[in-house]
C-alpha cells in the first residue's frame, strides 16, 4: 500500500469522499428498513400470537414463576458462585504461589475446567460422582449438587480474573507492607486483595450473570417440581400446554435480573475509568 | 554507642549478569543521619533496599540493631518492624483512609488494640503537620501531603531506623520543602537515618556524613562539607557540577564510562 493511490485532495471526476460517505450510509439504511418490511409482512402475526403471547397462559405462570422459579434461579447462581469465588481465590493464590507444584495443579484445574463444556460438568457431578462413587451423597441434594457443578466451572474463570487482579496492584503495595513488617500471607490479605476486588468487581459481576444463565444446565441433574427453576419451569409448562408462551416469559425473568446487573457492570467500568484519569 | 546501628559489610547484588553492588562496606552510627548521593544507576537505591531486604544481596552482609539482616534464618518481618521504610511513589494504601493507614499496620503487625493505635496515629500525623487530613483518602492529597502520610505510617510502628529512597523525587518543587521539613525534624530528634536524595541543600545542612556513589561503589564518604564542598575526586565533581548547574553540561556520550579520564 503507497499513499500514492489515496490523494489527499479530490480527484475531479467520480464521487468526493464525503459523497462517498453518504451514498453508503443510505444504501445501509435501505438494507434494514426493507427487511423489517419483509419481516413484517412475511411473518404470520396471528399465529406468533397464538405462540408466544398467550395472556391467559401467561397468566398462570405467576405467582409461581417468579415465587420458585426465579427465587431456584437465583439461588443456584449465588451458590455456585460463592462456592466457584472460594475455589478461584484458591486457585489464584495457588497460582501466584512459590511452589512449583501448586503452580502446576493450578493451571491445569484452569485448562481442564475452561476446556470442558458446562454440560458436560453437570453431567459429571450429576451421574459419574455418583456411579463412580456408590454411597457418597453430595451435602445439600440437587442444591449441594449445582453449587458444586456452577462452583468447578466458575472457579476456573474468577481463578484467572483474581489472579490478573492481584497482579494489577501495583508492586509498591507489597513493598510498603513487607517494609512495615506485614508477613506475606497478612500483606495479601490485609493490603494486596482488598484492592484486587475492586478492580476485578467488573468482571466478577459478569461471570455472575453468566453463572445466572448456566444455571439453567441444572435440568440435566433430574430435579424436583420444587427444584425447578426457570429453564425447566418454562419448558415443562410449554410442553403441557403446548404453548411456547412460557418460554417467552421464562426468557423475560431472565433478563428482568441480567440487563440491570449488565447495566451496573457498566456504570461500575466508567467509574473506573474515570478514576484512572 | 559503640555498636554501629546499621553495618553493611562486602556488600554485592547483581541482577542477573548486571552487577549493581560491587562490594560496599558502610557503617551508621546511632542518630547519625547519612545521606547517599550519586548519579542514577549508581546502586544506591539498591543499597538502601539491601539493608531492610527488599533486595535480597548476593554477596555480604547487613546488621541492623545488631541483628544480622542477611542470615537465613532471622525473623525479617520482626526486623523490619525497627525500620521504617520511605519510598520515591510514597505507596499508601489507596483503599485505607489516612488514619487507617496508619492504624491497619500497627493493628495487624504490632497487635495493638484499636485505641492505641488511634492515639499513636494522630500523634504522628500532628507530627507531619497532617492532623486535620485524618479521614481523608490518599487520592485526595497532594504528593508532598502523601510523602508526610507514609512518613507518619512508617513512624508509628516506632521503628529505630528510617531509610529514605529519593523521598522528593516524586513531588513538585514546591512541595519539596513540606517533606524535607519533616525530614530535619526527625533528625533533629536523633533518628537514625539513611537518605538517598538529590537534594544537595538537605544533605548539606542536615547531614552527618554524605557517602557519594557511582558504579556500584562507594567512591566517596565524609562530612558534607568535604563531600559535596571540596570533593577530592574527579568523578564526584563531575556529578556535582552537573547537578548543580544541569543547563552547563555538554552533550556527552557514555558518560558514566568517561568521566575521570
Not at chain 1, 28 to 53: C, M, P
Not at chain 1, 207 to 228: A, H, I, M, N
Not at chain 1, 260 to 268: G, I, K, T, W
Not at chain 2, 81 to 88: A, L, S, Y
Request: net charge neutral; charged share 20%; hydrophobic share 45%.
Amino acid at each position: 500500500m503507497t499513499d500514492t493511490d489515496t490523494p489527499l485532495q479530490p480527484k475531479k471526476k467520480g464521487l468526493t469522499r464525503r459523497q462517498k460517505r453518504t451514498l453508503s450510509r443510505g444504501v445501509q439504511y435501505v438494507v434494514f428498513a426493507a427487511a423489517v418490511i419483509a419481516f413484517a409482512v412475511t411473518a404470520d402475526w396471528g399465529r406468533l400470537r397464538n405462540q408466544f403471547a398467550q395472556a391467559d397462559i401467561a397468566r398462570q405462570m405467576f405467582p409461581d414463576v417468579i415465587t420458585l422459579a426465579l427465587k431456584n434461579t437465583v439461588l443456584y447462581t449465588l451458590s455456585g458462585f460463592v462456592v466457584g469465588l472460594v475455589l478461584g481465590m484458591v486457585i489464584a493464590l495457588m497460582r501466584l504461589s512459590s511452589v512449583g507444584p501448586y503452580r502446576w495443579l493450578a493451571g491445569i484445574y484452569i485448562e481442564i475446567f475452561r476446556g470442558l463444556p458446562a454440560l458436560l460438568i453437570f453431567i459429571f457431578v450429576g451421574v459419574a460422582v455418583p456411579l463412580a462413587f456408590p454411597g457418597t451423597e453430595i451435602p445439600g441434594g440437587t442444591y449441594g449438587k449445582v453449587a458444586l457443578a456452577l462452583g468447578l466451572v466458575s472457579a476456573a474463570y474468577m481463578a484467572e480474573t483474581i489472579r490478573a487482579g492481584i497482579q494489577a496492584v501495583p508492586k509498591g503495595q507489597m513493598e510498603a507492607a513487607r517494609s512495615l513488617g506485614f508477613s506475606p500471607a497478612k500483606a495479601m490479605i490485609s493490603i494486596i486483595v482488598p484492592q484486587a476486588f475492586r478492580i476485578i468487581l467488573p468482571p466478577l459481576t459478569n461471570e455472575l450473570v453468566l453463572l445466572f444463565k448456566d444455571s439453567s444446565l441444572v435440568l440435566f441433574l433430574g430435579v424436583t417440581l420444587e427444584e425447578r427453576e426457570l429453564s425447566k419451569f418454562g419448558r415443562d409448562l410449554a410442553s403441557t400446554t403446548a404453548n411456547s408462551t412460557p418460554i417467552l416469559v421464562a426468557g423475560l425473568c431472565y433478563l428482568l435480573v441480567t440487563i440491570p446487573l449488565s447495566f451496573v457492570v457498566r456504570r461500575m467500568e466508567n467509574k473506573a475509568q474515570e478514576a484512572i484519569r | 554507642m559503640s555498636r554501629p546501628e546499621i553495618e553493611v559489610r562486602g556488600l554485592h547484588k547483581s541482577f542477573g549478569d548486571n552487577e549493581v553492588l560491587r562490594g560496599i562496606d558502610l557503617e551508621i552510627r546511632q542518630g547519625e543521619v547519612v545521606c547517599v548521593i550519586g548519579p542514577s544507576g549508581s546502586g544506591k537505591s539498591t543499597l538502601l533496599r539491601c539493608v531492610n531486604l527488599l533486595e535480597e544481596p548476593t554477596k555480604g552482609q547487613v546488621f541492623v540493631g545488631g541483628t544480622e539482616v542477611t542470615d537465613p534464618d532471622v525473623d525479617i518481618d520482626a526486623v523490619r518492624r525497627r525500620i521504617g521504610m520511605v519510598f520515591q511513589q510514597f505507596n499508601l494504601f489507596p483503599h485505607l483512609s489516612v488514619t487507617e493507614n496508619l492504624t491497619l499496620p500497627q493493628r495487624r503487625v504490632l497487635g495493638r488494640d484499636k485505641a492505641t493505635a488511634a492515639r499513636i496515629a494522630a500523634e504522628n500525623l500532628a507530627r507531619v503537620g497532617l492532623a486535620e487530613k485524618a479521614d481523608a483518602y490518599p487520592s485526595s492529597l497532594s504528593g508532598g501531603q502523601q510523602q508526610r502520610v507514609a512518613i507518619a505510617r512508617a513512624l508509628a510502628m516506632g521503628p529505630e531506623v528510617m531509610l529514605f529512597d529519593e523521598p522528593t523525587s516524586a513531588l513538585d518543587p514546591e512541595l519539596v520543602g513540606d517533606v524535607l521539613a519533616v525530614m530535619r525534624m526527625l533528625a533533629r530528634e536523633g533518628m537514625t537515618m539513611m537518605v538517598v536524595t538529590h537534594e544537595m541543600t538537605f544533605a548539606r545542612e542536615v547531614a552527618d556524613r554524605v557517602v557519594f556513589m557511582d558504579g556500584g561503589v562507594i567512591v566517596e564518604d565524609g562530612s558534607p562539607e568535604q563531600v559535596i564542598g571540596a570533593p577530592s575526586h574527579e568523578r564526584t565533581r563531575h556529578f556535582l557540577s552537573r547537578l548543580l548547574d544541569p543547563a552547563m553540561a555538554q552533550v556527552e556520550e557514555e558518560t558514566s564510562d568517561q568521566v575521570g579520564k
